[in-house]
């Protein structure tokens, strides 16, 4: 399981987005709607190296929620220059940044080098052309290739953010998003299912039933089958899910604050259920940091095995991997 990476997180709503996605309201994602001041930097890092938690050699800060590479470039030096202070006192392993693939090109990078940026995550969402357009994205599938190549060239390195359920979407298009991202070897990969939020052209196209979100059961199904092919190609997902969202902003969609677990769960369900064969009462053995994705939230996996005829209770086995499955008639 793949989510070790740790942000100190610096919100950058809106700036130097030139266009507006369907899906996107960024002010009830991050609850800001202001830009951040170099004083906010400094803030954030020293309330993140204060925390009894804190590991400076897994810690990144990072600049997310608009176009970072798009901003006013005296304002974007500004706060690399204060985000870099904290790198060379290695109180921080580097910086990380989140900008769109047709915002990227040699100057910025060279200018991004400068100034200690480590990691580079673009906003792909989807590497169907189709999907982008319907969704106003602004730039093709062909934009992200060029722009994930690039920053591997200057040895940054790259993050990739997917998203599933979007407009004119399906499963058979993230599947084969998911396989053309892991073709570009990137360090890192985000999955967001989509979530309809309002006064977003999403909403207005769910509010006129041409749009249907997906439900939480078949987002969390196809997440954690993307989630297995990112592993197994060893490539860290470091977020699966929305990290948080305004109540009143919910309209419609998959939104769980648990829904990495939620994944997680799937997966060792449906691991169970092709170990169990005959109908009868087992104990499911995992690793013990697997016990409760294994039982499930309220018992939900439990109870689905026990409606299929598998009575089966979970106990710890240290030996075993994050997905095994050792059973056990009892």
Same mark, same amino acid.
């Given at each position: 399981m793949s989510l070790t990476h740790a942000n100190i997180s610096i919100f950058v709503p809106h700036v130097g987005c030139h266009n507006m996605c369907s899906f996107c309201n960024q002010r009830y994602i991050t609850g800001k709607n202001t830009a951040p001041r170099t004083q906010d930097v400094i803030d954030a890092v020293n309330i993140a190296i204060n925390s009894s938690r804190y590991d400076p050699s897994n810690t990144e800060i990072a600049f997310f929620?608009? *176009? @970072?590479?798009?901003? !006013?470039?005296?304002?974007? $030096?500004?706060?690399?220059?204060?985000?870099? *202070? @904290?790198?060379?006192? !290695?109180?921080?392993?580097? $910086?990380?940044?989140?900008?769109?693939?047709?915002?990227?090109?040699?100057?910025?990078?060279?200018?991004?080098?400068?100034?200690?940026?480590?990691?580079?995550?673009?906003?792909?969402?989807?590497?169907?052309?189709?999907?982008?357009?319907?969704?106003?994205?602004g730039h093709t599938a062909s934009d992200v290739i060029n722009a994930s190549n690039l920053i591997k060239q200057y040895g940054f390195n790259l993050g990739l953010q997917m998203m599933t359920g979007l407009y004119n979407d399906c499963d058979e298009y993230a599947v084969a998003t998911a396989h053309e991202i892991i073709k570009l070897k990137p360090q890192t990969v985000r999955i967001y299912p989509t979530i309809v939020l309002k006064n977003t052209d999403l909403a207005a196209l769910y509010i006129d039933n041409i749009y249907k979100p997906q439900t939480l059961e078949t987002a969390t199904e196809l997440c954690s089958k993307l989630l297995l092919m990112f592993e197994k190609e060893n490539i860290k997902v470091i977020r699966l899910g929305l990290h948080s969202i305004e109540k009143d902003s919910y309209?419609?969609?998959p939104w769980h604050p648990a829904f990495s677990e939620l994944c997680y769960s799937k997966i060792l369900l449906n691991n169970a259920k092709q170990l169990l064969t005959e109908k009868g009462s087992y104990i499911l053995y995992v690793n013990p940091s697997s016990i409760s994705k294994m039982i499930g939230q309220h018992k939900e996996n439990i109870n689905a095995l026990k409606i299929l005829g598998f009575d089966c209770v979970v106990k710890s086995d240290a030996l075993l991997s994050d997905y095994e499955i050792k059973v056990e008639r009892r």
């Open positions: 929620g608009g *176009s @970072f590479t798009a901003i !006013n470039r005296n304002y974007m $030096i500004d706060l690399l220059k204060t985000a870099h *202070s @904290f790198v060379e006192k !290695n109180l921080v392993s580097g $910086i990380r940044i989140s900008t769109r693939p047709d915002a990227v090109d040699d100057e910025i990078l060279t200018l991004l080098k400068k100034y200690g940026v480590t990691s580079i995550e673009l906003g792909a969402q989807s590497l169907n052309d189709t999907v982008l357009k319907s969704n106003n994205r309209i419609a969609g």
